[in-house]
């Protein structure tokens, strides 16, 4: 005998009394998703010592949870509406759970990439059926509102990662930065088993194993590349080779589509301008935006000396700018008044401005940093919903699954591109900037330990031009986008 019993889904007119409580569960559940994406950087001296990790595994480590997460979005997203939201919901916080689990108590480096792999398959259950939940559970105003805070929440996993890193390292075991997980996946397991209504699209046949397949291939193999790219060469064979291979499984998988009477993803969304639009302006947007922060993060490592976790501490106040105005309801109320097109321009100039003022403004102390960081904060609390809710409001509402895996796959593909694009100009810029007895140098660390007396200075100056190109790129990047998102969709309504 069942013990709790799912809450029937509200019907057109009623609302769930306990709507903003499950909105929370679904949003930790968000965090930890996002945060094991970031919380690991500060650990990769530890795990290289204690598990005796190279290079390659280190990189595997972080990467491995990455690609299986991207690779799954689809699928995922397909499964939440044929199986359940509900119940893949609950299947994602099992296996997130399961996979932190292992991850904390490993004893090798094959373990724990192993255990990030497995946390990669919840974590892809987790991000499209938290807000395909939330579609179901809010609408009219509440929506805008609750989507706003869904999506700030990634913003506060991302900057929080690092600090949260390492204050578990300065006090904890390094499996603790896992280890933590599993009391807040329990917790978010009995609550969302108790109050989440369970939500299906209607019956579409059998389920697309194919597709399914080809999707996540093709995916996980242009994921793979892009990730690849700056650290093993572009022109290297396995990353050309993995770009064509997941070009031509993705090629297939859109052929796949469609011919069959129930495909996995309904091409016909792309004949939808809006659609188009709005995904366009995901890719573009997370481009510009991820880029430029990651570009950001290493500014103030490694020129103004900031270890990882205090550099992430020093980013908070973005993130909670963030969360500030999408939970006070400030930036659904803007949006609503300014439209979603008008909100995502202006969201995405604001974002460019601060990046500009942060780049570009000269100043040793907090103060400049702080208010560029806040003025970013602002633009990304508008332009985040706006574009999520573009993407969602495109589609029928029984295809929320669909609609949270597409928007999910497009933000993986523009914030990987992002950090490897404008990572490659740095790299470019820095190389063409270093004095001639120190061109060999790979990276900045490197070149910083081969230079001697005077040449160091040069070193650092080199790499804080190099930085200050990347980021106003990514902000040029960011602004761009955010126009032709705007632009797509003005021009669809």
Not at 152 to 172: D, E, K, N, R
Not at 413 to 420: F, Q
Request: glycine share 12%.
């Amino acid at each position: 005998m069942t013990l709790v019993q799912p809450v029937a889904v509200p019907t057109a007119g009623t609302r769930l009394p306990h709507r903003w409580l499950i909105l929370a569960v679904l949003c930790v559940a968000q965090l930890v998703v996002v945060l094991d994406n970031t919380v690991l950087t500060v650990a990769v001296p530890v795990l290289t010592t204690e598990l005796g990790a190279s290079t390659a595994d280190v990189q595997w480590m972080i990467n491995a949870y990455a690609l299986v997460l991207s690779g799954l979005l689809l699928t995922a997203g397909a499964a939440a509406d044929r199986y359940g939201r509900r119940r893949m919901l609950l299947a994602g916080l099992v296996l997130f759970g399961l996979g932190s689990l292992v991850a904390g108590l490993a004893s090798t480096s094959g373990q724990l990439i192993a255990a990030r792999a497995g946390m990669g398959v919840g974590g892809a259950l987790l991000v499209t059926s938290t807000l395909a939940v939330a579609m179901q559970v809010f609408d009219g105003p509440e929506r805008s509102r609750a989507i706003g805070i869904w999506a700030a929440t990634s913003a506060l996993g991302f900057a929080v990662g690092p600090p949260i890193g390492g204050t578990i390292l300065a006090h904890l075991p390094w499996g603790a930065i896992f280890l933590l997980n599993v009391p807040i996946v329990l917790a978010c397991l009995l609550v969302g088993r108790a109050l989440v209504p369970e939500s299906r699209g209607p019956a579409a046949g059998r389920l697309d194993v194919w597709g399914a397949t080809l999707s996540t291939a093709g995916l996980t193999a242009v994921v793979f590349s892009i990730i690849a790219g700056p650290e093993r060469g572009w022109a290297s064979t396995e990353v050309v080779g993995a770009a064509v291979v997941g070009v031509l499984l993705l090629g297939s998988f859109v052929r796949w589509e469609r011919r069959i009477s129930h495909p996995m993803l309904d091409m016909h969304f792309f004949r939808d301008r809006r659609f188009v639009g709005a995904i366009s302006g995901v890719v573009l947007i997370t481009f510009g935006a991820t880029g430029a922060l990651f570009l950001l993060t290493q500014h103030l490592q490694f020129v103004r000396g900031y270890p990882a976790w205090e550099a992430g501490l020093r980013m908070a106040p973005f993130a909670l700018s963030i969360v500030l105005l999408n939970v006070s309801g400030v930036a659904a109320a803007v949006i609503r008044r300014l439209g979603l097109a008008a909100a995502i321009a202006v969201g995405m100039a604001l974002l460019a401005a601060g990046l500009a003022v942060v780049t570009l403004v000269p100043s040793d102390g907090y103060g400049v940093l702080l208010g560029g960081l806040l003025v970013m904060g602002v633009g990304c609390a508008l332009a985040n919903p706006a574009i999520v809710e573009a993407v969602m409001s495109a589609i029928p509402a029984e295809k929320a699954g669909a609609g949270a895996g597409v928007d999910g796959t497009m933000t993986e593909v523009g914030s990987s591109l992002g950090i490897a694009v404008l990572g490659a100009v740095l790299n470019a810029r820095f190389a063409a900037l270093l004095p001639a007895g120190l061109a060999g140098a790979q990276s900045f660390p490197a070149a910083l330990a081969a230079a001697e007396g005077p040449q160091r200075q040069a070193v650092t100056s080199a790499f804080a031009s190099a930085l200050e190109t990347g980021q106003m790129v990514g902000a040029a990047a960011v602004l761009t986008g955010g126009l032709l998102a705007a632009a797509l969709l003005r021009r669809a309504a």
